[in-house]
């Protein structure tokens, strides 16, 4: 099956600065990646997803990259700001996008702390 | 919130007993699924399902049984609780939109086995 691996498990930043979270996956016949973001006793929430027909993509501070050949992922924070603080997970899954369901196979997660 | 509730959200047991948590949509989506959470594993998917009666397993479904009677509530019974499956339940729906299939997630619920 899928093994999606994340890493740093914990980063720390500063406010402003930029943090990066990296996810490597297995199957090469996944084709979308959702980010997800967990505050403390909150659920998963979707930030940012991507899909393998697109290499990047960019929702204000937040960016996505793959590379399929690599078989990696990168989640891209900017001007990181105190409330970014959370856990954040990546996915992979086979998602046929038409209404089809797909399971998601989750990294372990990056606890990200963004100090003032 | 995608209008997914669960209940309880908290409960706590003893080894052995049953136990059924309960997910509930309000917009008819077809496809529903139950993760569990845990430090250091992220989440894993228990089972699945793709429409009333049709369910499906997961990565993790070792312990757990599912049932779908209706397309609104997804159940989850642990038939005897151990404490290996202490942990945070969470029920998803796969909501298709504007060409895009996304999953969203309940709010969870956490079990405590004694």
């Known amino acids: 099956g899928e093994n999606v691996e994340q890493h740093p498990s914990t980063l720390s930043v500063q406010e402003g600065d930029s943090a990066v979270i990296k996810c490597t996956y297995s199957?090469?016949?996944?084709?979308?990646f959702p980010w997800y973001k967990q505050e403390l006793g909150k659920r998963p929430q979707l930030i940012i997803d991507?899909?393998?027909?697109?290499g990047e993509k960019k929702d204000q501070r937040i960016a996505v990259t793959l590379n399929k050949t690599a078989k990696h992922f990168s989640l891209h924070i900017t001007e990181t700001q105190p409330e970014d603080s959370a856990v954040y997970f990546c996915?992979?899954?086979?998602?046929?996008?038409?209404?089809?369901?797909?399971?998601?196979?989750f990294g372990k997660g990056t606890s990200l702390l963004v100090t003032p | 919130d995608a209008g997914i509730t669960q209940s309880p959200r908290h409960k706590v047991t003893e080894t052995g007993t049953p136990v059924t948590l309960r997910c509930h949509q309000t917009?008819?989506?077809?496809?529903m699924y139950w993760y569990r959470q845990d430090p250091g594993h992220g989440l894993r998917l228990i089972h699945y399902?793709?429409?009333?009666?049709?369910?499906d397993k997961g990565e993790v479904s070792d312990g757990y049984s599912v049932s779908r009677s209706k397309t609104e509530d997804f159940l989850l019974t642990l038939e005897s609780a151990t404490s290996s499956q202490t942990s945070v339940y969470f029920c998803?729906?796969?909501?298709?939109?504007?060409?895009?299939?996304?999953?969203?997630f309940g709010p969870g619920t956490r079990l405590t086995v004694l």
């Open positions: 399902s793709y429409g009333v009666k049709d369910t």
């Open positions: 996915a992979a899954s086979k998602n046929r996008g038409s209404n089809s369901g797909y399971a998601l196979n």
């Open positions: 991507i899909r393998s027909n697109v």
């Open positions: 998803a729906i796969s909501v298709w939109a504007g060409g895009t299939d996304t999953q969203y």
């Open positions: 199957d090469s016949a996944s084709n979308y």
């Open positions: 917009e008819n989506h077809r496809y």
